[in-house]
């Protein structure tokens, strides 16, 4: 076991067994049973390339030993970088056969993100692929190593220049580490709401119930297509049910590259897509394309909208559009997962983001005093279960804060409940902006701010976006009124920093408002951005 996570108490993991929830299964047996059962299907389409379940396993073993024969071991952590291509599987399965723990970076994370991700988790390797959407990884992985003599590995899908190439690590099988299904399988990372983002510890019992039940409530099987257009790292893609939920069920994923209707579509009709996942923005470039042109979008039964909350004007015009059923997601890299139910009323799927897709969920809505609200009121989100985790990866102090002491984790989300037992998603009150399901911690970018020699105080506040649904404004009391936005967005990128974090707008003030305790009111900051926003807006039209 990885030391330094925080796991279920005894009698919770008892219960979890006994109900059936945890089936002792690990992620390389995963693969390897379904090997078995479905040999020549195929498992994951990209382009042209197409690998069988078979392959991908066989494939699997051979870069496990070839890890092995590199010197990484069971429970070392390696930071992966890998955008939607097959590399991603084979990379991940063969540190899951060998109980090495992949720490899920997005494409989008640079220099910063991935320097503490290797440092915090003392990774032992980094993979990255050679050039994607325009990027060099090498240049990122040569400003990692700079940083960080001790990173031992930095392997390349593609042409590797001076770094070890992935394609010459594929060995001989030789035999496996025992791997524990209540071992931790991989780091998950947290949308963050506090200086950096803290690593989720997910185990195989665990993240292969919440692909099972997944599968199950998406109605997944051997003929499902899944269509990748989101980085599948991130637990969305991953998970809900996601590629590798897909794969629990033997269906197959198709890997699109992004996620414009340009290139989609045409995926959609060519590969009989059957089911996908998008966060709101997307979804409303999908409804406008859809409605403009004519692809054959008839294979496609079920879209995922989840990631940020999804307005139910757009949710409504989902059928009649795209001719499917909208299925609204809110979950979690932490855990907790909430789907509507393919069969619940047009009333359910288009005004709440869904119940709980376990019974053994549970759910507390508390107020500010963590007392329980009345029914229907509007609380924070307090849950624990089956797949939910109990802390994240080396932050005690944190933990103490983040969780209950019986072991709830406060998701930071307000909620209410209705009487049918669904959720709405009414706000937040985590210091966290959600771009359109990318998240941003306020305080993690005014950390970045105040490092500028001309900026004396700073806050991050979010402000209403009419396609993103939030944007980020970044208030800065100066010490130098010549400060530029521009000289402020060139100073954050040249540190590192993951373009989504990077403030949409600057705005110079001269002192902040205060709440009554004399701290920053984050909430009269965003106010009077909305109605500055707002003003402009009208003197537009
Ligand atoms: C409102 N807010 C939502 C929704 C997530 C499935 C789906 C999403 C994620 C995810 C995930 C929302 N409406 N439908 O991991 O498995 C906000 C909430 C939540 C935070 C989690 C999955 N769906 N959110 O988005 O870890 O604030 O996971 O607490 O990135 O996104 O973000 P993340």
């Known amino acids: 076991m990885l030391t330094k996570c925080p796991t279920w108490p005894k009698e919770f993991a008892e219960k979890y067994r006994k109900m059936e929830c945890w089936r002792g299964e690990t992620f390389g047996g995963m693969l ?20 069988s379940y078979k392959e991908l396993d066989m494939k699997t073993d051979l870069l496990a030993a070839g890890l092995l024969k590199l010197g990484i071991k ?17 990379v991940c399965f063969a540190l899951f056969r060998i109980g090495a723990l992949p720490v899920f970076a997005l494409p989008s994370h640079r220099q910063n993100e991935i320097s503490y991700f290797c440092e915090f988790t003392e990774a032992v390797a980094y993979i990255i692929p050679d050039r994607y959407a325009g990027f060099d990884y090498r240049h990122l992985a040569r400003d990692v190593c700079q940083k960080l003599p001790s990173l031992r590995h930095v392997i390349v899908a593609g042409d590797p220049e001076e770094f070890q190439p992935l394609t010459r690590l594929y060995d001989d099988p030789v035999s496996y580490p025992d791997v524990s299904p209540a071992d ?58 996601g590629v590798l939920g897909t794969l629990y069920a033997g269906g197959r994923v198709v890997l699109a590259q992004g996620g414009s209707p340009d290139e989609t579509f045409s995926l959609i009709a060519k590969e009989q897509v059957t089911i996908t996942a998008l966060v709101p923005p997307l979804a409303l470039i999908w409804l406008d394309a859809a409605q403009a042109r004519r692809n054959d ?32 997601v809110y979950g979690m890299a932490e855990g907790l997962v909430n789907y509507t139910r393919l069969d619940d009323s047009e009333e359910i ?20 005093n963590g007392c329980e609200v009345k029914p229907g009121q509007t609380g924070e989100l307090l849950t624990r279960g ?25 998701t930071g989300d307000l909620v209410r409940m209705t009487s049918s ?48 649904g939030e944007r980020s404004c970044a208030y800065i009391i100066p010490r130098d009124q010549t400060l530029t936005t521009m ?55």
Do not use: W
Request: net charge neutral; proline share 5%; glycine share 6%.
């Open 32 to 51: 390897r049973e379904r090997a078995q059962q479905y040999g020549s299907q195929i498992a994951i389409t990209c382009g042209e390339t197409q690998i």
């Open 74 to 90: 069971k429970a070392d952590r390696v930071v992966v970088q890998l955008p939607n291509i097959p590399e991603f599987f084979e």
């Open 184 to 241: 931790v399988a991989f780091l998950q990372l947290s949308g963050g709401s506090t200086g950096l983002s803290k690593l989720i510890p997910r185990t195989h019992d665990d993240y292969i119930y919440s692909l099972r039940i997944s599968a199950e409530i998406c109605q997944l099987d051997q003929d499902s297509v899944y269509l990748a257009v989101l980085p599948i790292a991130h637990n969305y893609p991953l998970s809900s049910p």
């Open 297 to 328: 979008l008839s294979s496609l039964e079920v879209l995922q909208v989840g990631g940020a909350k999804f307005s139910a004007e757009a949710a409504r015009r989902v059928k009649p559009v795209l001719g499917c059923t909208l299925q609204q």
């Open 349 to 368: 799927i288009i005004h709440t983001q869904g119940r709980p897709m376990s019974p053994f969920d549970e759910i507390r809505i508390v107020d500010e």
């Open 386 to 410: 089956p797949y939910t985790i109990r802390g994240y990866y080396k932050a005690e102090e944190h933990n103490a804060k983040a969780f209950t002491q019986d072991g709830f984790y406060r």
């Open 421 to 468: 037992g669904h959720v709405i998603v009414e706000g937040r009150a985590k210091d966290q902006i959600n771009r359109g399901g990318e998240k941003v911690a306020a305080e993690e970018v005014e950390n970045h701010l105040l490092a500028h020699p001309a900026v004396h105080d700073a806050a991050v506040v979010s402000m209403p976006d009419e396609f993103l």
């Open 487 to 541: 000289e402020i967005k060139t100073f954050l990128r040249d540190r590192g920093l993951a373009t989504y974090k990077i403030p949409d707008r600057v705005e110079l003030i001269d002192s902040f408002p205060q709440t009554g305790v004399g701290k920053v009111s984050k909430k009269a900051l965003r106010k009077v951005i909305a109605e500055k926003l707002k003003a402009t807006h009208k003197t537009k039209m």
